[in-house]
């Protein structure tokens, strides 16, 4: 990993994996398709979400007027994210268990190896709490999770939080791995395992779509639009009109 340059090479090797002149070779087994097909299936999914990622980001815009668009969006997104996971998950458990084909393909540049599991653990709780926030609803989110010397964080607050933090870590994972996602779709694949990896794909789409359903159902008292102790002040102070 390391050369002549020294620290220069782990950066190197990222630079090249992003503008895609740098390609690690997936041999193609029979049945799923082994680590070619482990990485098709991650590319459908990583481009998906970042679609969808996009759409839930212009929600942001006006979360208040768009909160049951921001709702179901999120929903949406929970099983693709946790299908890429899995899809990831798989892939490094094959290469430490010493699989000769995914051991062939190597890992990812020393970069993007530590980067990953930011991605997943900031993207699982990004998620995860916005679904806790529906669920609890907007009087119990307002409740504080930490309230130590004076530091008071509510459920609105962590979710804010971890927003922030993911949408570093998501920035340099998308400039890292766009491209070559993108190059890895819209090339012409023979890799078997492809009514796997399409039934893999409708069976998100569909725990996407009932997820997005019930959420919405349960978000009602976000959608009355109370937002916060101002609102709530304003409101009061006008009824006393």
Not at 57 to 71: E, P
């Amino acid at each position: 990993m390391f050369d002549a340059a020294g620290d220069q090479a782990p950066v190197r090797d990222v630079v090249d994996t992003a503008l895609g002149r740098r390609e690690r070779h997936d041999p193609v087994l029979p049945g799923t398709g082994g680590p070619a097909g482990n990485a098709l299936l991650t590319a459908w999914l990583g481009l998906f979400l970042l679609v969808l990622f996009f759409a839930e980001g212009l929600t942001l815009l006006d979360v208040r007027g768009l909160i049951s668009w921001h709702v179901a969006l999120g929903a949406l997104l929970v099983p693709p994210a946790v299908a890429k996971t899995a899809t990831t998950g798989w892939r490094m458990v094959r290469y430490y268990a010493g699989h000769a084909g995914y051991r062939l393909a190597g890992p990812p540049p020393l970069v993007l190896r530590m980067l990953g599991p930011l991605v997943v653990v900031t993207t699982l709780a990004l998620l995860g709490s916005g679904v806790a926030l529906v669920l609890l609803g907007q009087d119990t989110s307002r409740q504080a999770v930490v309230d130590v010397l004076g530091l008071r964080v509510d459920w609105v607050g962590l979710h804010k939080g971890v927003f922030f933090v993911w949408f570093a870590v998501m920035a340099a994972h998308v400039l890292g791995r766009a491209l070559p996602a993108l190059r890895l779709v819209v090339r012409r694949h023979q890799v078997p395992g492809t009514v796997r990896r399409v039934t893999a794909l409708v069976l998100s789409l569909v725990l996407a779509g009932t997820a997005a359903v019930w959420l919405v159902g349960l978000e009602g008292s976000w959608r009355e639009g109370r937002f916060g102790d101002d609102d709530r002040e304003h409101a009061g102070t006008s009824r006393t009109h």
